[in-house]
């Protein structure tokens, strides 16, 4: 998801945010509904005799539980992009700490690299002086040309900074 805005100090705010579908409380009911069927089934079972079958059921069930929340902390990262007068400010929150990328606008450039195997997604790039930033690798691809478009327009081609008008 994409987020655009513009201040009265002439800078321009991009957010971009993973589209998370699951709030925690639905992948809580999703991962308790499904570990009530599957000890259901594997207790009629043991029930049988076959009594092995417990274990592997509770190590299916936790590692659903660990896929779920390792999704759930992904879905919780943001990238600001601030386009200034004079810079480009990119920061990446994450759950494991943010981290903050600054480049001069008048020499950033804005790069949306095609994939190397045909069935990867695009790069979107932003550089100067030899330094990179990738943005937006949890974005569909259309969503990433948009951006790329949108980050072209504010940014401008190296040497060139266009004005920042709403």
């Known amino acids: 998801m994409v ?13 971009l945010v993973p589209n998370c579908s699951l709030s925690p409380q639905g992948a809580r ?31 299916e069930i ?14 919780s990262e943001r990238e600001v992009i601030v386009v200034s ?27 949306l690299r095609g994939p190397q195997p045909a069935q990867h997604p695009s790069r979107l790039l932003i550089e100067s002086h030899g330094r990179a930033c990738e943005v937006g690798r949890f974005l569909t691809e259309d969503e990433r040309q948009r951006v790329a478009a ?3 327009s504010l940014v401008g081609k190296t040497s060139e900074s266009p004005a920042l008008a709403s």
């Open 85 to 111: 007068e004079d810079e480009v400010v990119i920061e990446r929150r994450a759950p494991s700490g943010s981290r903050r990328t600054v480049f001069p606008r008048h020499w950033a450039r804005v790069t």
């Open 62 to 75: 936790g590692l659903l539980a660990w896929a779920v929340r390792a999704s759930m902390r992904r879905g």
């Open 29 to 59: 009911l999703f991962v308790g509904s499904l570990a009530l069927v599957t000890f259901g089934v594997a207790g009629f079972f043991a029930l049988q005799g076959f009594w092995p079958i417990l274990p592997f059921a509770g190590i």
């Open 3 to 15: 987020t655009i805005s513009a201040n009265a100090t002439s800078a321009h705010r991009i957010e």
């Open 150 to 152: 949108r980050l072209r």
